[in-house]
């Protein structure tokens, strides 16, 4: 696809049934009772629609109609105007008393990726991109609608244009001939009525001809011109590479990447992005520019569909001296071969100049593994609202061949749904109890390396008391934002049992005694303001990605840095021609502390 995102307005390529369009402005150019087309009387259903609307607008002529027939309706009958608009409706320079909106979000909206998977095989629409609510009380609006129609305006000042949290922008009845740019400012806006009275050009009075609202506003955005690109994102360096605390000191590099999976990525989720720079075959070329050219150590792509894992990430990544693990999301198990080919899952890829793999373990979350391996009964909650979400994480287990330091790296993807936040929860804590169950058996298994591989050299492999030592990555898309349980839970080691998350459902023991877990985790990009998201939409900008890693055993060294702000104030949102999917990747830099650095943790909540 929760916070602001989840209350965000959706995106419109083409015709809204309450939104009066430009079409209308045939309805000055060429009267209906004199049109061909009605004449001939093959009235097409989008004539019909052409003129209906023209007759709405038509009844709103006289200057600042609407607002004064919702203020009349309102002084009479207590309530807003319930005509074709919603909110409440201000005259330009006016405030409304009337009821209050929440920053111009007046009623239920969705992302431009909320329900991206609609359409698939699968009945779910789990696998749409969203994140758990915001914790962030929205500030109070008195109104979220503006009335300037009917008032012989010829230009509009820009200044208009900073009320961003407007949603219905009524500038019917002008004479305007063009809208500034800063226009796209009002990022909010789900109504703008620009209709009768306003001249329209030949060129754009032929495209609403031929091909309607929907085919006029194709055209503009696929002909708008390429905005200049943005400067390279920075590397911030966090130490100097001259420090050395010994002998076995590794670093590398890691990168997490929600690539936008091509069936997700269609013109009713991101109306805003040109065909062609939303075209699978452009983007994939653009992912692979980044992937290649930042040339991490560890890669993990998240939404990653099985014809595209075999076909295209897997050889071109394999040419580049990567070994791949890719699994698909659990709904592959009730789907014949040509449906599974389009599910999207988690890849992870590693240097194999770098690394050995010792293991692979692939955690669905709706088998509830770690509750039957621990014995807990499933109640029926369990069954209802987690059994029934496919998200999966992937875990590989990784050795060093320079060091002989053992590496986890897990790779998830949560569940979208901000309803569901008591599911990510437990998501993440299913997950964290089958780490620490695969970081105890990787713990006793034998090095894969030669018993000679170290002859002649100071190196020795290292050895870990206690499977918490061993380095951990917890990589991906969480769909959660600061403040969330599933943030909470991985920053503190630890869950309420009456966390708010939980939502009151019935999760056994771990909504009975809370839950823990031994790892101490930190976000590589915590202690560094250069990352204000990693979502970029129209509705929602926000950190829902992340890199966790363990500070007991690992120390980051280097940081990707943000995109540059002047850019981002041109843009509308991702995709784009510049950014292939609607998140940023991530880049880390790390290095292994030696066991003489390590410090204390104590252990005691482990349960495993």
Known sequence: ???????????????????????????????????????????????????????????FSSPHQRAHNAAALSRGAGMGYAGSYSGTVTPAGGVSNSAPFSNGSPGPKMNADANKNAGTVSAQNDDAKNASNTKTKSERQDWSCLDMGGVGLRSLSVELFRFTFLTELYINHNNLTRLPPEIGKLRSLVVLDASEGNPLQDFFKNQIMENGTAGLIATLRDGCPVSAPPSERKWEKLDSEDTNDGV????????????????YATPVMYGYTPSWALAWSYRKELIMQEIVGYSADIICLQEVDVENYDSFFAPKMSLKGYKGV?????????????????????????????????????????????????????????????????NISILTMLESKDTGTKLIVA??????????????LMQVAMLMD??????????????????DHFDGSTRKKPSYTHYSKIPVLICGDFNSVPGSGVLD??????????????????????????RSHTFSLKSAYSANNDLPFTNFTPGFSGTIDYVWYTNNSLEVTGLLKGVDPDYLSTVVGFPNPHFPSDHICLLAEFKVKNEKSHPSFDLSNDKN
Not at 248 to 263: A, G, H, I, P, W
């Open 326 to 390: 890719h699994y698909p999301k659990s709904r592959v198990r009730t789907m014949n071969e040509a449906e599974r080919r389009v599910v999207d899952g988690c890849a992870t890829f590693f240097k194999t100049s770098k690394f050995v793999m010792h293991d692979k373990i692939l955690i669905e979350f709706n088998q509830a593994p770690s509750l039957r391996r621990q014995d807990i009964k499933l109640t029926p909650d369990m069954y209802n609202r987690v059994m029934t979400k496919d």
């Open 248 to 263: 076995n000191d590794l670093r590398f590099t890691v990168m997490s990447y929600n690539v936008l999976c091509e069936r």
């Open 411 to 424: 790779n998830c993807h949560i569940h979208w749904d901000p309803q569901f936040r008591d599911v990510k």
């Open 489 to 514: 839970f991985l920053s503190s080691g630890m869950v309420e049992r009456k966390h708010e998350d939980f939502m009151e459902h019935d999760y056994g023991d771990y909504t009975v005694a809370g």
């Open 434 to 451: 089958e780490l620490a169950q695969a970081a105890s058996d990787f713990q006793r298994s034998p090095s894969k390396l030669p018993d």
């Open 1 to 59: 696809m929760f916070n602001t995102r989840y209350n965000q307005g959706p995106i419109y390529s083409g015709t809204h049934p309450r939104i009066l369009t430009p079409d209308t402005q045939h309805a000055t150019i060429l009267p209906v009772h004199n049109s061909p087309i009605v004449e001939s009387s093959k009235l097409t259903d989008h004539w019909k629609q052409q003129i209906s609307l023209a007759n709405q607008s038509r009844a």
